[in-house]
């Protein structure tokens, strides 16, 4: 069942830092490198138009943050955020986008690039979001489920999609993660690096909003078997986590309920990601 209401309350903005404008033809990110800056990328997970967290995909254990995700979006902006990824948990689950008013509002507040996943399975909705203004699109039951789509998509829209890898014990889940195929993970990322895509999102659902730290070993194993560049995400529970994805490679590094829940702030983030 959702849990308790649980607001974020909104500090003072500090400066922010310098952040690239958002680049409509796609951002694509160079494999990192040691010493290389990871991109950092706070998360706005989006569910009946509020800003919320689950607990391993499972959507009976919610956590609603914010009420209004636009502020959520700005707030992070104002604290130095240079991206932002976004998820349409309801887009994730039934293919909808119901959650499109409060995404345009988002693009119309902030001037940094986002990155949108969820319910990305049609040529319509992927012009549709590009059409808003989303820098990148993430797709991920497609890709398994859709193959040749997938790929005459990549090379439609180059840099501007990224491969969705949503793992459950090394397999690909799909339908918002309800379900897991018997795909590995690494094997997917495989039949892809070939395509003109910007990235690989890797989330281990185990580790999704527990703060039990990140797959290490399921990250570097992405890093070190496919060409395209991997961002991590599920489980960051502290800046040396952040900094230990840098070190086995990751591109970039999503980062969710740890900056909900205070566990350290984003500039301590930034800083510990180089950025």
């Known amino acids: 069942m959702t849990r308790p209401l649980r607001l974020f309350r909104l500090q003072s903005p500090r400066p922010p830092l310098a952040f690239r404008p958002r680049n409509l033809e796609g951002d694509s990110f160079p494999p990192n490198a040691e010493n290389s800056p990871m991109e950092l990328w706070p998360a706005i997970d989006i569910r009946g138009g509020r800003c919320v967290r689950l607990r391993q995909g499972d959507y009976d254990q919610e956590t609603v943050f914010a009420d209004d995700p636009v502020q959520m979006a700005a707030h992070w902006v104002a604290q130095g955020a240079r991206r932002l990824h976004l998820v349409d948990l309801d887009g994730a689950r039934s293919g909808s986008m119901e959650n499109s008013p409060v995404v345009e509002a988002i693009l119309q507040a902030v001037e940094v690039p986002c990155q949108l996943g969820g319910g990305v399975r049609s040529q319509q909705v992927i012009e549709h979001w590009l059409g808003l203004g989303v820098a990148r699109l993430v797709v991920g039951t497609q890709a398994l489920k859709a193959p040749q789509w997938f790929e005459q998509m990549a090379r439609q829209f180059p840099g501007r999609l990224v491969l969705g890898l949503d793992a459950r014990d090394g397999r690909v889940a799909t339908g918002g993660w ?16 070939h395509l003109p895509l910007a990235a690989i999102v890797y989330t281990d659902i185990a580790r999704d909003g527990m703060m039990q730290g990140p797959n290490f070993d399921g990250v570097g194993r992405l890093v070190q078997g496919s060409k395209l560049p991997v961002i991590a995400s599920g489980g960051v529970s502290s800046v040396e986590d952040i900094r230990r994805l840098a070190q086995v490679g990751a591109a970039g590094c999503i980062v969710g309920r740890a900056l909900y829940e205070r566990a350290f702030t984003l500039p301590d983030a930034l800083a510990a990601a180089g950025e």
Not at 178 to 193: C, H, I
Request: hydrophobic residues 40%; glycine residues 0%; negative net charge.
């Open 178 to 193: 309800l379900e897991t195929s018997d795909v590995d993970a690494l094997e997917l990322a495989r039949r892809y690096q």
